[in-house]
């Protein structure tokens, strides 16, 4: 089974940007991995954020985008609020079976 | 609005059974390919399997943890998705999550937990 990295935690300021990564022990994340983007605030489910790369839902706010950068999948969030400290986990699609990655504790401070 | 409300779950012993509802509406829940999500206490997400829709032969897929032991089921007629678990062990104890993630569908029920313990 294939095995999904993010960085562990990360912190950003008010207002701030930062970017979010997502790698593959297989080799680069390309767009064939449907790359997901999840938020999960403490005590609550899931939420998606971002689908097949860089699409957003109508929940999503406008801050946060996706792409691929440099072999991995990226969330990046750009003018950082309060309420974005979650953990964030991203989820690859191999050919058929599903792996998320360990997530990211992002803290707002 | 989407609802996926799942149930089902509990405490059951080492070895032993249980079977997970999700019962969905809101939406074609036969045009939906559906996942079960599991998250152990103070742990990560685990992608645990999918059924795809009819169109796609309702095929199966699961992680390598759960195969041959968890079986992912649908009644489309009862708008429901199923997870049959047997042979549980102790690290199976998780909140079950089930989600419709595929597309711009990106829904996830509020989850079930199951504790496997003697």
């Known amino acids: 089974q294939a095995v999904v990295t993010q960085e562990p935690s990360l912190t950003v300021s008010p207002g701030g940007t930062v970017t979010l990564t997502c790698g593959s022990n297989?080799?680069?994340?390309?767009?064939?991995?449907?790359p997901y983007w999840f938020q999960q605030r403490p005590g609550q489910a899931p939420r998606t954020l971002i689908y097949?790369?860089?699409n957003k839902h109508s929940w999503t706010p406008a801050r946060f985008s996706g792409s691929l950068l440099g072999g991995k999948a990226a969330l990046t969030l750009s003018g950082a609020q309060p309420e974005d400290e979650a953990d964030y986990y991203c989820?690859?699609?191999?050919?058929?079976?599903?792996?998320f990655g360990g997530g990211t504790k992002l803290t707002v401070l | 609005e989407v609802q996926l409300v799942e149930s089902g779950g509990g405490l059951v012993q080492p070895g032993g059974s249980l079977r997970l509802s999700c019962a969905a509406s809101?939406?074609?829940?036969?045009?939906?390919?559906m996942d079960w999500v599991r998250q152990a206490p103070g742990k990560g997400l685990e992608w645990v399997g999918r059924?795809?829709?009819?169109?796609?032969?309702?095929?199966?897929e699961y992680a390598a943890s759960v195969k041959g032991r968890f079986t992912i089921s649908r009644d489309d007629s009862e708008n429901s998705l199923y997870l049959q678990m047997d042979s549980l062990k102790a690290e199976d104890t998780a909140l079950y999550y089930c989600?419709?993630?595929?597309?711009?569908?990106?829904?996830w029920g509020q989850g079930t937990l199951v504790t496997v313990s003697s």
């Open positions: 097949e790369t860089g």
């Open positions: 989820l690859l699609s191999y050919g058929g079976p599903r792996v």
């Open positions: 809101g939406f074609t829940f036969s045009d939906h390919f």
């Open positions: 297989t080799g680069p994340v390309t767009s064939t991995h449907w």
């Open positions: 989600a419709s993630i595929r597309g711009v569908h990106g829904y």
């Open positions: 059924i795809r829709d009819k169109v796609n032969s309702y095929i199966t």
